[in-house]
């Protein structure tokens, strides 16, 4: 069954690659993004373009209210868009802290009051949250970061039963190591923010581990592994809650639930080293 879509941080990487996904797949797409003129190819592959800056409340307003117009409802939105900052917690401003959380909580959850509506009304709807592995677990120097998708999944498990009885899912998706420029400024950050802190050493460190292991050469997923878990979670008659998918996913995920907290911490600040 065709659905209508929204997916945001759709200019490049999963947002992309599951913007295309769908598209292929027959559904009607609307990827939204700041960078329109990164999404040539979604309007060429027959999908729909719109400009959205998550930041803005009015923004997210525009995009829901043309969506509905056009296509009177609106079936799936897909809260991808997201943003990471690298340092030590001492370290980073608190208002780009709050900013990781605008962009990654509070964005997310006001699209999601706006299209509510149009999907308790139709009786139906799926709800997708990109997550991360970081929803469950964290590594040193990126707290931030960590706490915007460890909110995003208690968020969502309490919005799944909320919905629940309008005929609406909620469905969380978990990557692992996933090739895509999310984290190409991970060394800078670093440098910038903590390298010449307290915490320049393990900050320098990470910095240099991110050079050297998250090039081309990395053991990582492309991001068609996710898409394709968002199609399959979307057309589902009943999707699973959690999707754990690409590199390490699984892997540590158990290891997170399964070991004491501080022999996980040992091998997550062994790994960082």
């Not at 309490?158 to 996933?178: A, H, K, N, T, Y």
């Not at 991970?186 to 910095?207: F, K, N, P, V, W």
Request: hydrophobic fraction near 40%; aromatic fraction near 6%; include cysteine.
């Amino acid at each position: 069954m065709e659905k209508v879509v929204l997916i945001t941080g759709a200019s490049a990487g999963i947002g992309k690659a599951t913007a295309l996904e769908l598209i292929r797949a027959g559904h009607t797409v609307y990827g939204a993004a700041r960078r329109v003129h990164r999404m040539d190819d979604l309007r060429d592959a027959g999908g729909h373009v719109l400009a959205l800056d998550v930041r803005q409340p009015e923004d997210l307003e525009r995009v829901i209210g043309t969506i509905v117009a056009e296509q009177g409802r609106i079936d799936v939105l897909i809260n991808n868009a997201g943003t990471v900052l690298h340092g030590a917690a001492e370290d980073i401003p608190i208002d780009l802290a709050r900013d990781q959380f605008e962009v990654n909580v509070f964005a997310p959850a006001r699209l999601i009051q706006l299209a509510l509506p149009y999907m308790r009304e139709q009786g139906s709807g799926t709800i997708v949250n990109v997550s991360s592995i970081g929803g469950e677990i964290a590594l040193p120097l990126g707290c931030w970061y960590y706490a915007t998708k460890h909110a995003l999944e208690a968020y969502s498990d309490s919005l799944r039963m909320e919905v629940e009885p309008f005929g609406i899912d909620v469905v969380i998706i978990q990557p692992g190591i996933i090739k895509t420029e999310f984290e190409d400024h991970t060394a800078q950050d670093l440098r910038e923010i903590s390298g010449t802190t307290a915490y320049g050493e393990m900050a320098e460190a990470m910095a240099e581990r991110a050079e050297t292991q998250l090039g081309e050469n990395t053991p990582a997923s492309d991001p068609d592994v996710v898409a394709t878990a968002i199609r399959q979670a979307i057309e589902a008659a009943k999707p699973e809650t959690r999707y754990a998918v690409g590199y390490m996913a699984d892997r540590l995920l158990e290891l997170n639930r399964t070991l004491p907290d501080r022999e996980f911490d040992k091998l997550l600040t062994n790994t960082a080293k």
